[in-house]
Structure formats: C-alpha cells, structure tokens
T-cell receptor
Framework: ELKVEQNPLFLSMQEGKNYTIYCNYS?????LYWYRQDPGKSLESLFV?????AVKQEGRLMASLDTKARLSTLHITAAVHDLSATYFC?????????????FGTGTRLKVLA | DTEVTQTPKHLVMGMTNKKSLKCEQH?????MYWYKQKAKKPPELMFV???????INESVPSRFSPECPNSSLLNLHLHALQPEDSALYLC??????????FGPGTRLTVL
C-alpha cells in the first residue's frame, strides 16, 4: 500500500531564506499533491503534479516531481511570514479500483521575522 | 462554484448523543470523502463514496455511519462516540480523476 513520508516535520526559518521540503512515497502514485493548512483551518490545494519532471510555481513556492526516485519537493524562495503554515504532500493510490489519497506527516513551517 | 460546505462548524456532544455532520457540493463531483484529522496530524481517510455508493471504508468503527443521499450531499451520522473521537472532520469532493476540494471542516468535541 502507498505510504508517504515528509521531512522535515518542523521547519523554522528566517525571512528571506530558501528551503526545501521533501516528500517520498513508497509505491507508484499517478500524481502528487501539495496542500497548505493554516491553524484551525481546512486544506488548501497548492499544486498537482502529474508526470515525471513536472514543475509548478506559484509565487515563492515551487513544486517538482521525480517519479523514478519517488520524490517530490516543495521549494520555498525568500520566505515571508505569510508562508507560515503546515504543508502536506499526498499521493494517490487505489483500493478496489477507487482512488484514495494518502497524506504525508506534514511539515510545520514557521517563518521568523 | 468551487465550494464544499460543511455544517455545523462546531459540535459538542455527549457520549450518548446522536448527531449528524453534513457536507454539500455543487461542482458535479461524483466522488466524496470523509476524513478525520487530529491536532498536528495529517488527515486520515475514513470513507469514500463514488457515484453515491460506498466504495472505501477504512475500517472505521460502526459508531460512524456515512450516508450519501444524492450526488451533492454527504452525511456522517454519529452515535455513542468516545472522547478520543474528538477531532476536525473534513469533507472533500473530486471528479473521479481530479484534485480534491476540501470543505472548512467540523470541529467535534465529545464530552
């Protein structure tokens, strides 16, 4: 069964710095998702990565996918305080022909002024 | 309209109560999901409905009973819950091969 791991679990960084969150998955996932969650709120979809080598960017966030390595990364460029949140990656597997989404452990990002 | 709505926002119930959570979407999505999320943990899948039929039950205790009365509505009936069931309950929907959209969640407290 698909398993998804993220690291680091917690990330404290200074404003203006760059950092990368890593997401490894255990078996084939036909796509990889990144979500953001603010405290006490629901999940907001950030990116969907569909194929090997896919790269998507939105503002200071850039996500990429390497299906051969079973690895996705979320790169943060010149962090700002507003990016403080928990970030989840999720893979998609199937059970009895139905898609199911498996989430990573999450990375709690805190950007310090 | 790309919105999934959930009611109520907050719910406090005793262990002997029966209550229901409601989820609604009008995006024409044919897959709907219930997740449970404890604090500082990822969402855990509970149920998946596909074309109004239950297609995945992740071994959820019977005190949680899902229902999909039509393609836009998803309910979660709660009965005889335990304090450890207190969590954020998230509903999501998707086209069968597409991104999930999450509702705002119901914060459930079981006393």
């Amino acid at each position: 069964e698909l398993k998804v791991e993220q690291n680091p679990l917690f990330l404290s960084m200074q404003e203006g710095k760059n950092y990368t969150i890593y997401c490894n998955y255990s078996t084939t996932s036909d796509r990889l998702y990144w979500y953001r969650q603010d405290p006490g709120k629901s999940l907001e979809s950030l990116f969907v990565l569909l194929s090997n080598g896919a790269v998507k960017q939105e503002g200071r966030l850039m996500a990429s996918l390497d299906t051969k390595a079973r690895l996705s990364t979320l790169h943060i460029t010149a962090a700002v305080h507003d990016l403080s949140a928990t970030y989840f990656c999720a893979g998609r597997g199937t059970t009895s022909g139905t898609y199911k989404y498996i989430f990573g452990t999450g990375t709690r990002l805190k950007v310090l002024a | 309209d790309t919105e999934v709505t959930q009611t109520p926002k907050h719910l406090v119930m005793g262990m002997t109560n029966k209550k229901s959570l409601k989820c609604e979407q009008h995006m024409g999505h044919r897959a709907m999901y219930w997740y449970k999320q404890k604090a500082k943990k990822p969402p855990e899948l509970m149920f998946v409905y596909s074309y109004e039929k239950l297609s995945i039950n992740e071994s959820v205790p019977s005190r949680f009973s899902p229902e999909c009365p039509n393609s836009s509505l998803l309910n979660l009936h709660l009965h005889a819950l335990q304090p450890e069931d207190s969590a954020l309950y998230l509903c999501a929907s998707s086209h069968l091969r597409d991104t999930q959209y999450f509702g705002p969640g119901t914060r459930l407290t079981v006393l």
